[in-house]
Every structure is written in structure tokens, then in C-alpha cells.
């Protein structure tokens, strides 16, 4: 619950699967209303339904598309008609770029820009829609999925790890000029998830090695609860949160 008494309100982008739709699941059964994001209708209108039925405040899912400029607006201001001002914005729509992962050297600027588009271009703009209201209501929580490809560098994954790269210090920055507005603003590596985006960049992988979605929501929830470990401006890793 907020200061005044209401629900909190999340707005989830990439919510129709994967980590976004455990997080939004995990984060309505603890009752906050969440805004769910993504292009697909179909499959969002399945992962809302599901959300649902976990309890808690019914979702508002939101046909978008992040990458789209055009969208931001009639986004933001739709999330916040039907569900209220948001007080948690997570960043957790990606895009790989063209699969199989092509080497820089034969990647076509134009992939380059829509995974820039959809991985930091839109968290951008998104984040100047909703972070004014935080700022003006003096609370709020960004987060930035990122990944350990930020960090490091794998052939053929030029694309979507400098894209990564990037939402990490756009995260910083956003951090050190929102803290004196009580915004709080962090990337968090999730770790690697049996995910539908993790077997098309890695066909091969195997399952059993990989963390669930939903184990990893509960550890961003416990990231997105404790601000005094998870500082703003910082970079965490999901793993390290999982048994703590």
C-alpha cells in the first residue's frame, strides 16, 4: 500500500511472458495492481488471465509496443486512467536482435536499431512518461533488466549486450539526477532463465541449468522491497537474492 492508502501500481513491459509474466503474477498476489505490457495480444490476454487467477488486484493488460515512439504516450496515460499513478516501472522488455545471432561485422544497421529502440531508446522515453509523476509525488522504483551480457562480451551478441550495455548507464544516470526526488533507479541482472528469448539465442542449453522465471520474480520483489541493499544507481545480480 502507498502513504494514502491505495494499492501500488506497477507497469510491467514484456509481461506476457518469461520474467514479466512471473513478476507480474508474483507482484499482484501481494497486492499490486499491475500494468501489463507487450505486443502480442493474444498471449498477453493469456498471461493477464493467469495473473488473475493468482488473486490479488486484477491486471490491466495493455497492447504496446515499447520500440514505437508513437506508443509511449497513449501508453503512459492509459496506465494511468485505468490503474493510477505507477510507483514501480519495470524495464524488462527485450529484443535479441536477428536469430541465429550474427557477428557485428554482418549485422544490419537496421537490427542495430531496433534493438536499440526497443532495449534503451524506450525505457528511455518511457522513463521521462512516468518518472515525472514519481518525481512530483517525491516516490517511485525503476528497474532496468539487464543482463551479464553487459558485462561481457560474447561473439554475436554485439547487438542486444551493447544495448544492455547502455540501459545500465542510462540507469545511472537516471539514478543520480531522480535520487534528490525520491526516485529510486537500478539494472538488475537476472541471471540466466529457461526463457523462450534464452532458447532462441541458445538452442542447445539445457534446461535443467538454468534458474525458473519464477524464482527469479520473487527475487525482484525482494530487490524492489529493500531499497537500503538494492541503493539506487546500483547494478545487482538476482541470483544473490534468491536465498537471501
Known amino acids: 500500500m502507498t502513504e494514502d492508502g491505495k494499492s501500488r501500481v506497477a507497469l510491467v513491459t514484456g509481461a506476457s511472458k518469461g520474467l514479466g509474466r512471473a513478476?507480474?503474477?508474483?507482484?499482484?498476489?501481494?497486492?499490486?495492481?499491475?500494468?501489463?505490457?507487450?505486443?502480442?495480444r493474444a498471449e498477453l490476454e493469456l498471461a493477464a488471465a493467469e495473473v488473475r487467477e493468482r488473486g490479488g488486484p486484477a491486471p490491466v493488460p495493455l497492447v504496446y509496443d515499447v520500440g514505437d515512439k508513437a506508443a509511449i504516450h497513449p501508453l503512459a496515460g492509459l496506465a494511468a486512467d485505468l490503474a493510477g499513478d505507477v510507483d514501480i516501472l519495470v524495464h524488462n522488455a527485450s529484443d535479441l536482435g536477428p536469430v541465429p545471432m550474427p557477428l557485428l561485422m554482418d549485422l544490419d544497421c537496421e537490427d542495430l536499431s531496433r534493438v536499440f529502440e526497443v532495449n534503451v531508446v524506450g525505457p528511455f522515453r518511457l522513463t521521462k512518461a512516468v518518472g515525472g509523476s514519481m518525481a512530483l509525488r517525491k516516490r517511485g522504483t525503476i528497474l532496468f533488466v539487464s543482463s551479464d551480457a553487459a558485462v561481457n562480451a560474447y561473439p554475436g551478441w554485439g547487438a542486444y549486450s551493447s544495448s544492455k550495455a547502455a540501459a545500465d548507464h542510462l540507469a545511472k544516470v537516471f539514478a543520480a539526477e531522480l535520487?534528490?526526488?525520491?526516485?529510486?533507479?537500478?539494472?538488475v541482472d537476472p541471471t540466466d532463465m529457461d526463457t523462450e528469448m534464452h532458447r532462441r539465442a541458445l538452442p542447445d542449453s539445457d534446461p535443467a541449468s538454468l534458474a525458473r522465471p519464477e524464482t527469479i520474480a520473487k527475487a525482484f520483489v525482494k530487490i524492489l522491497e529493500d531499497p537500503e541493499r538494492a541503493r539506487t544507481g546500483s547494478r545487482v545480480s538476482a541470483g544473490d537474492w534468491v536465498s537471501s
Open 23 to 40: 513478476l507480474s503474477g508474483e507482484l499482484a498476489s501481494r497486492g499490486v495492481k499491475v500494468v501489463m505490457v507487450a505486443r502480442g
Open 179 to 187: 535520487e534528490i526526488h525520491g526516485v529510486r533507479v537500478l539494472s
